[in-house]
């Protein structure tokens, strides 16, 4: 894996442990719903699906 690609994921996992971080995970906890769920679990797991996505993307670039 080239190195500009390891530094992408681990930009990656920085800001996943930011957005994972417990005071922004407290302040999406509300009574809230999105189509019927609530905001935590939304925005919990769009954030999941969202780095899967960017990692999919970054080790395909890596396959070129």
């Not at 990656?12 to 719903?33: G, R």
């Not at 019927?36 to 890596?62: D, Q």
């Amino acid at each position: 894996m080239k190195k500009r690609h390891i530094q992408k994921l681990l930009v990656l996992s920085l800001a996943l442990w930011t957005l994972f971080n417990i005071p922004l995970v407290l302040l999406v906890q509300s009574t809230a719903s999105f189509l019927g769920f609530p905001m935590f679990y939304v925005y919990l797991f769009s954030i999941w699906l969202g780095s899967i996505i960017v990692s999919f993307i970054i080790i395909n670039k890596n396959n070129e």
